[in-house]
């Protein structure tokens, strides 16, 4: 074989060897890449499922709670009916010691249910549930509140809907609600019985399956899978560009083979080490000439392709980051601003943005508050819904991304200045305060948008594009949902430790509030004043006006109680007509002062009722003081009782103090406290949330005898 010969058939070798390994390096990459997709996909989709039958558990979790607050059967009724009205719940059992069925709202899922707190592959399971055992004072059990919901084909559609992926349920290894197209759903089962843990299985079919569940807050056996989905077009395009190179090789070999030896040596050798895996490989360029100019080119593209790996690499490794942040976050906290942050942070991070910011929706002045930003400033800041960029996107619900000189809208006064921008409206599904009416004024139409999320100015000169806004309604998804989470977290919380119908404390707070209360006196050396009040003969007004006239009256005693206390003190409603009030750092003189208030509160002004002409009543006050009166959490709550009872037979309307020595700090004994609630619930002195005029207001929320007129 001649030179020439033997460089064109180096030449071929070089040049055809780098493509046909790079087409089948790209051809094994996107089929790992499919399947790497595929399996990540499931991933997100495993987590999608436990968050959303989480927060369905947690949701049922607040159910059982609030029917759980009062042991009155009549009101456990009345709230068993309100939660399964709002949707909180399909049903709410209520079962007796015994385990024989108390009560049962209507459409209640018939046993057997997948218990949240105790997961199970045990079936068939009709309905999910969250049991709370109720106990009496004296710890005996008096039986389990159940909040359920309908464990049916319609609830493992919106989990399909909510994954994008095809979701099944098993019932003792078989299929029994599914959204996996018929034809392939007994392969899906098949392969889902060999799958543990976080494992993916693929079938016959090219379909690929997980396991999620049953685990603690995800009781659910459920399968996910997503169909392969192999880019069989690609291969094609991958052995016609082969094919065209060859041809073009052979042509351009026969030229080449006859003016370049060296050069060619040099590239094939620099070609072998990049198709290695060497992007640092360089070509010496000996002349201007075509072999010149190509190793100036193979130079420029294996520097260029090592930088862009580089810049890969550390922007997946950022993104992986952010990710975990984001997902311990979610997961770990309730503060609301730290998780936004933590949402914007990631959106940012993803998009190559170089700031943005959240605004909710105030519906009371119609104006988005600045809730967090990046790179700027949003204290303060608050933008009229359809004014400007985020006013409009608010007002329509409609996303938007481009320059503000050549797309617009014009930016409103109030918002952060910007070159490029996009902007994505989200919805919040839990309730929102409703606007203050105003008198004479129509109310406007309610904006589509409940909040926004925008990021601004890309870094570069490149604009945003519709990958961009994908990724950020994703976000936007994110942040709706985790706004959702924290209301219904503070919404039960509050029902949980406040009194449904005057606002005020609970019982149960009432006991872990005066511990805390107490330890802090002994800490510091202070004192601290319990004050036990009843109203006189309100049995009366019940037997006389009705109790609806009894529950007004209970309402408006607790809204005169707020208006004599502090800021700093604490009121409880302790059950029926009897109340608590703790003064921190306030000793029996200062007690006395505010029990002369509160009896003057009462009994200089009747409560005005509808049709009664107003109610004139008086109240009872015992005053025991921490560590004067008693040493103890009980004891200093049956010295102020004790107190009371001696008003009471003193002739009412009136307090005492109840009798005793200031012990030495040797002797005072305390018990720990509880940590306080959030501090969005409201204080004894301030204005507390609007209460339902219903309830019982005879009824006591913990068992205890009550106290007669």
Known sequence: MTLRGRLTAAFLAVVLGPVLLGALFVGGTVSAVGRDRA????????TAVRTSVSSLCLQLQAAADAVAVTADPARQTDIASQVVARGLASGVVVENADGVPRLRTPGSPARPWADCARPTDAGPFLGLAVGIETRDAAGAPLGVIWATHDLDAAMIGRLGGATGTAVTLLQGGSAVHSTESPGALADVVAAAAGVRGDNVAETAGGRFVRRVGPSAGQPLPLVLSVPAGEPQALYGLLVAAVVLAGLFAVGAAWWLARTTTRPLAELAGAADRAAGGDLAARVPVRGRDEVGRLAVAFNRMTRETQAYVRALTTSRDQLRGHLAVLGDTLSSTHDLQRILQVILETARAATGASGGVVLLLDPATGTLVGQCGLAVDVAGRRVPVGEGLLGW????????????????????PFEPRCRTYVAVPFNVAGPVTDPVPVPGVQPAEPP?????????????????????????????????????NVRVHQEAQRLSLTDPLTGLWNYRYLRESIRREVERASRFGRMLAVLALDLDRFKEVNDTYGHAAGDAVLLEFAGRIRGVVREVDLAFRQGGEEFVVLLPETDADGAATVAQR???????????????GGIEVTVSIGIAVFPSHATTVQA??????????????????GYRTAPGERPTMAEIKVTSGAVPPDGNLPRAGGTGPIRPAGGASSGTQPPRQTRGG
Do not use: C, N
Request: hydrophobic letters at 45%.
């Open 39 to 46: 399996v990540d996909r499931l991933g997100v989709a495993a």
């Open 393 to 412: 996107v608010a007002a329509t619900g409609l996303p938007r991304r481009g320059r503000v000189d050549r797309d617009g809208p014009s930016l409103s």
């Open 448 to 484: 589509t948008a409940s909040g926004v999320l925008a990021l601004y100015d890309r870094l570069g000169s490149d604009e945003f594009d519709d990958a961009d806004l994908i990724t950020l309604r994703t976000f936007a998804g994110q942040a709706a949902v985790a706004v959702d």
């Open 598 to 612: 509160l009896g003057a509160a009462v009994r200089d002004e009747p409560i005005e009722v509808e049709g009664t």
């Open 636 to 653: 200093v709550l049956d010295a102020a009782d004790d107190a009371l009872y001696a008003a009471k037979a003193a002739g009412r309307d």
